[in-house]
């Protein structure tokens, strides 16, 4: 698989966009976390379509193949005057296998440069 554009999906099909992501490690296990936080979801305009299904797998998609991933949480993070006005939504999961991290961080690297996304720190 060459010349695949790195895409995150909730459904097959619906490519979302990723606006941020957080890389912990718990320090009382050492597992490592992700949280993926995306301001707009796709697949929330088409739900009714996707009856059967819900937000419980996410397929990271690059020119290694795929990684599906089922999240630990995702939370759908309210704000505005009436409290109703989607602000982000956060997909959180955990990472314990090093190979399995290696390829989760080539799959970013690749997502980041395709994306015009940068790896920081915070100070």
Known sequence: MS???PSIQFFAGVFEELNNV????????GKRIVVMIFKDLKAISGITSF???????????????????????TQFIFGGDEGD???????????????????FMRFMHRYADANGMEYGEKN
Request: glycine share 2%.
């Open 3 to 5: 010349n695949i554009t």
């Open 22 to 29: 957080s890389l912990r490690r718990e320090t009382r296990t």
């Open 51 to 73: 009856t059967k299904q819900s937000l419980n797998s996410l397929l990271l998609t690059d020119e290694e193949g795929e990684i599906s991933v089922t999240p630990s949480s």
């Open 85 to 103: 006005e989607l602000r982000r939504v956060e997909c959180k999961f955990e990472i314990e296998r090093d190979d399995h991290w290696e390829r």
